[in-house]
């Protein structure tokens, strides 16, 4: 089978094309040929600093996002038979091996995905949205009537975190560049902050919730929009000059959320998008071996959604 590959880290141009022997499910793990895969700024980051966030070096297949269908089911699977289409962000933070034409996982790092999407649409769901699921409603339980505080509104997690918290009937506020906004507004958002041109820590205030999904001093800045009890969710972890102390005082929880595999999460967000209450922005789409120039892409910060590969014909 084909997969992209990386011996060594560095820029884009240390990912090739190879030929590789297909996987073959085991005990409870389901075999799923990949017709997309999404991509995401880990990938990126974990190619150039040749580290997966589990500590694994080179050689490996980077990519979490799966869409496609399953080929073969393990003994004991009981919630996939094949040729179920089927959507999931499969074992991370450990190797996943997505960019590839197939990967085999446990069967509950997987849902059925939903129903008329597509493949594409599908693949750039699982990892976003998860993020943005189990922060906004595994950890921070967003109710009716908070204010929520989303940076990056219009990044990949960052405008399925819009429609979570919109579908959990918060008040959003996002930050984002203007161009954005029509977009943002389409999508829930009672309230935009041009980040090029206002400083949202100066407009926004009493926030019961901030999503920062960029780091660097975002997350002290944000400090200064929340209310006392509030509850600040970093998808970047904090570095040393994040203020703990100043956040304790103010009686405001700042944590730290790594995504994981969620089978009950995916279904919740199945439900979403089939209710018609949370729909995913594709930027661009790169044929497998183009691996490439899609990270080359994502990693000038400056997409709409999501980008994703097309594996299968």
Known sequence: MRAISQNVAGGPDVLELVE???PEPRPTEILVRVHAAGVNPVDWKTRARGTLVSGATPPYTVGWDVAGVVEAVGAGVTLFAPGDEVYGM????HAAGAYADYVTAPSRHFAHSPAGLGHIHSAALPLAALTAWQALVDTADVRPGQRVLVHAA???VGHLAV???KARGAYVIGTASEPKHAL????????LIDYTRQDFADVVHDVDVVLDTIGGDYAARSLRTLRPGGTLLLIVPPDDTFPADAARAAGIRATHVLVEPDHQGLREITALVESGRLRVEVDAVFPLEEAAKAHELG????TT????LAVAP
Request: glycine share 18%; aromatic share 4%; hydrophobic share 30%.
């Open 20 to 22: 590789t022997d297909r």
């Open 90 to 93: 499969p074992r991370f933070p």
């Open 154 to 156: 219009a990044g990949g």
């Open 163 to 165: 429609q979570i918290a």
């Open 184 to 191: 943002l507004r389409d999508l829930g958002a009672d309230e």
């Open 299 to 302: 990693e000038r910060g400056r």
């Open 305 to 308: 959604g999501k980008i994703v």
